[in-house]
């Protein structure tokens, strides 16, 4: 009763997590279900769940993008408010997909030089970690 949204991950047809739905769905609660294997037993309250109309959970990304839909610039800011926007701007452009340094330097208009040294940042702080040509944020 305390959450906005149930995500449930694996389920029996006849579980006390099909209990709990039932209580969320009472209560007007977005139900989300992960939906798995249709041969395993533990799956078939998942996917009768994702049959009936339940939201199905594909990944963390997509799942914050319609729960939390600005999760993303929520986290931008907070970055930004740590770093400078500079480094934001570089962190939103990798969760869009430019993850490679030539192809951030290109949408950003710096030197390799300076997305490097910020690059560098992120890594100290645990950020992002770069692997050859290729970022990777961490957190």
């Known amino acids: 009763g305390l959450a906005d949204v149930l995500l449930v991950v694996e389920a029996s047809r006849y579980s ?7 209580y969320a ?3 007007g609660r977005d ?3 992960v939906p798995g294997d249709i041969d395993r037993a533990s799956s078939a309250g998942t996917n009768k769940l994702i049959m009936d109309g339940a939201k199905m959970f594909v990944g963390a990304r997509e799942f914050l993008d319609e729960v939390v839909p600005d999760w993303r610039s929520r986290k931008a800011t907070k970055v930004s408010e740590q770093f400078g926007e500079d480094v934001s701007k570089i962190i939103v452009n990798i969760q869009d997909g430019n993850n490679t340094i030539d192809s951030l ?3 950003l208009k710096c030197s390799t ?3 490097v ?13 770069v692997e050859g040509e290729r970022i ?4």
């Open 117 to 129: 040294a910020k690059l560098g940042l992120l890594e100290i702080e645990g950020l992002a970690v």
């Open 16 to 22: 006390g997590t099909m209990a709990t739905v039932n």
């Open 136 to 139: 990777r944020l961490l957190k």
């Open 31 to 33: 139900v989300y279900a």
């Open 113 to 115: 030089a300076e997305l």
């Open 105 to 107: 330097a290109r949408v």
């Open 25 to 27: 769905l009472n209560q």
